[in-house]
């Protein structure tokens, strides 16, 4: 045994703005929610979101990697592509995945499209699309169109409660609704030095990557920011690296996964048209706090969780080291089954960061005798096996957040991931979830 | 709904002699297993085979990846190393995985080689080690000592009894010792066409995948066929591939993973020297069949498990991607946990096959048109959703092993992969493994 004395690596993460949990609306934006009968338990399960400027908002977006892509995920890919980012509406549909439905889901989801557009009075190409729910099954499509048709004319709202019912009407085996806001200041599109208030506000549904291919996951980003097309993209991009990608190992295994990003420019704010500069940075700090702040509601959501696990992993050699290192001690079964039993059973977390592994397929750099793991801030290991109490580290395990601290001792790469503990629970509403 | 009408892809894999599961010795060798204290329980925990021809066996084997490797394997690496293939002895050691416990794991392991090396009188690099169980824990060093002097000392046997006790030592959470047997005839050693009765026997622990950190498997082969290092080595590393590497994906994350293979030649078969020829490639199927074989048997005794979970997967691009597929759909958490519930919810395996990954992190070639699955035989896709009676579909499910049946549609790869289903008492056992 050693003491623990060598210095630990900084974390090297910029300091992100305060998130308040709520639905804020930007402005430019009008929200409503209602049911299609696509659930079994009839609660609402189809949410609109409009753009109410004159012009279109400026729309990014990442989607599933998987091959298996659902029949939404096709054709947002395919408006965002024809309007080169461009979007007046987005829709999202629980309860059916819409995927492996073949080319009759494609023309399901087309005919969502229409009648989306043709109630709100927009091109096609404009509407942008998302379903959660079980693959393989089918939309109702005449009860959704005349749903749009009813909840369009019933008239959408630019209020905190109406975002509000977007987010519970995406939910399925969420317990609790995901929600996330950052409001900033950015200079004035009139010039003058003044700012202006500017919202960035997220919401999400999906349980982290615990049941992917119930889609996993959807959120939608909106803000009242102007922001050209690839700038927004580009923002996104990062902030879902180090957000959503870090939530699991399966992060993009779902057919489903999509994040949106709408930008209305209603607030006045002088339009971004790069992403550099302390305006950029300020938009992009919101942006990646807000994602940063849904992934963790996400993972301490998690199916049958009680816990939230979240391993920060510094002195890598690089942050893609960093960044497969942390996913694979949230991601280890071994790791979530010990926090489900406050079992400090650090060998588990060295047992998943030795057999990390980044995206290309190899290995992480990884010197056992640099390695350094810490538990809810104990260190237990430093090269080799430190004397702990473990009485008072289960004590200190039980608690909502448990962290884990891995040091590689090799160079500058940071990174954060987040998962849940694995619980019997879990294994009871998987183990039944389609009939 | 279409119906099933295009052809199913052939699966390609060669034809396997058939296995007894039993611990037959092959000539050559002798066992003896005993406790030394490691197991908490009293039970036995260390086990040893020798080899007891004049000349030390040829010996080949595989070893975990992970880059925290444990002291038994880093030892066994070198000793490999050094003697270039030539082993007297194998130990095994159950209850403390002596991983991660840095130089002094080291100089432990060391202490048992010399133990053990001066017991039978041989040179201390043809002892070759391995270990299961708690990663970060101390061997209890001196009662291994005396236990190896006394187990030396009371005489090994060479009988099917012996090495059937090394496999009760071996287990830690294993439910059912796992052996297999193969007879096979090779050309005799002195010419003239006659055939002499050579036997390959396997042991393993460990159940699959499921608990990696455990030191997931320790596997000895043992045969009295006459074969040079290379050639045994180029033949176990071929077996590994499609039988052990196809537990599931996480197949090559423990610390202590281990396959041992050691050819005592006391057969008086001919000597091989080559992989090719009608007497290698006996050989060698009897080696695949060994290992298919214990891979099964280790599937279907998973921790907490219930049903051994077989994914074989046809018309894939190569058998990369079909080794890929399978293994992602035996290892995918959902596919587990629905296999528990019997439920036929084929859009978790689309899902799977969807986002696996080939070895170098790219993805493989799959296009959800040609894509069809058959679950317990009943195709249930085929480019789109099949109409299947899910009652009756319900029922077939409700059997020892449930079969997943992937046709890709592309090419000649083939392979196939072991899982098992995700259970309650898997999370109860691993939530409190270290206390």
Redesign the interface.
């Known amino acids: 045994m050693t003491s623990a004395s060598r210095t630990t690596s900084p974390v090297l993460r910029p300091v992100l703005p305060p998130v308040v949990e709520r639905t804020l609306m930007p402005a430019g934006f009008a929200a409503i929610a209602g049911s299609a009968g696509i659930k079994a338990s009839g609660r609402p399960d189809v949410a609109i979101v409009t753009v109410t400027t004159p012009a279109p908002a400026t729309a990014a977006a990442t989607f599933t990697?998987?091959?298996?892509?659902a029949a939404p995920v096709r054709l947002s890919r395919a408006h965002l592509a024809a309007t080169a980012g461009r979007a007046r509406a987005v829709i999202v549909t629980a309860g059916c995945?819409n995927?492996?439905?073949?080319?009759?889901?494609d023309a399901d989801q087309a005919r969502v499209a229409n009648a989306l557009a043709s109630a709100i009075g927009c091109p096609i190409e404009e509407t942008l699309h998302a379903a959660t729910g079980?693959?393989?099954?089918?939309l109702p499509v005449e009860r959704i169109e005349q749903a749009v048709g009813a909840l369009v004319g019933a008239g959408l709202a630019a209020t905190e409660d109406a975002l509000g019912n977007v987010v519970a009407a995406m939910m399925t085996t969420d317990r609790r609704p995901k929600r996330a806001t950052v409001e900033l200041l950015l200079p004035a599109a009139d010039g003058g030095g003044a700012d202006v208030a500017v919202r960035v506000t997220g919401i999400v549904k999906g349980v982290g990557m615990?049941?992917?291919?119930m889609a996993t996951m959807i959120a939608v980003l909106l803000t009242d920011a102007a922001v050209d097309p690839a700038t927004l993209g580009a923002m996104l991009r990062r902030a879902v690296r180090t957000s959503f990608d870090q939530l699991t190992v399966?992060g993009?295994?779902?057919?489903n996964d999509t994040v949106f990003a709408l930008a209305s420019g209603a607030s006045r704010a002088a339009p971004l048209v790069r992403d550099d500069g302390i305006a950029a940075e300020r938009l992009e700090g919101a942006i990646a706090a807000v994602c940063r702040s849904l992934a963790r509601q996400q993972a301490a959501d998690g199916e049958g969780a009680t816990t939230l696990v979240t391993c920060t992993v510094t002195g890598a050699a690089d942050e893609t080291d960093a960044r497969a290192v942390s996913r694979a001690v949230v991601g280890g079964?071994?790791v979530k089954?010990?926090i489900?039993?406050r079992?400090?059973?650090?060998?588990?977390v060295?047992?998943?960061?030795?057999?990390a592994?980044?995206?290309?397929?190899s290995?992480?750099r990884?010197?056992?005798?640099r390695?350094r793991i810490s538990l809810c801030g104990t260190a237990v290991?430093a090269?080799?096996?430190l004397a702990f109490d473990?009485a008072a580290l289960r004590r200190a395990m039980d608690v909502p957040e448990v962290t884990i601290d891995v040091d590689l001792g090799l160079g500058d790469g940071a990174a954060e991931a987040w998962g849940c503990d694995?619980?019997?629970d879990?294994?009871?509403e998987?183990?039944?979830?389609?009939?």
Not at 65 to 69: E, G, I, P, W
Not at 134 to 138: N, P
Not at 350 to 355: D, L, M, P, S, T
Request: proline share 7%; glycine share 14%.
């Open positions: 990697r998987n091959l298996v892509a995945a995927a492996a439905t073949g080319a009759g889901g079980l693959i393989g099954t089918t615990i049941h992917p291919n399966d993009d295994t779902s057919t079964t071994l089954a010990a489900r039993g079992d400090p059973n650090w060998g588990r060295a047992g998943a960061a030795g057999a592994r980044r995206p290309d397929g290995q992480v990884l010197v056992p005798e390695l290991f090269g080799e096996p473990a694995l619980t019997e879990y294994v009871r998987n183990a039944e979830y389609s009939t």
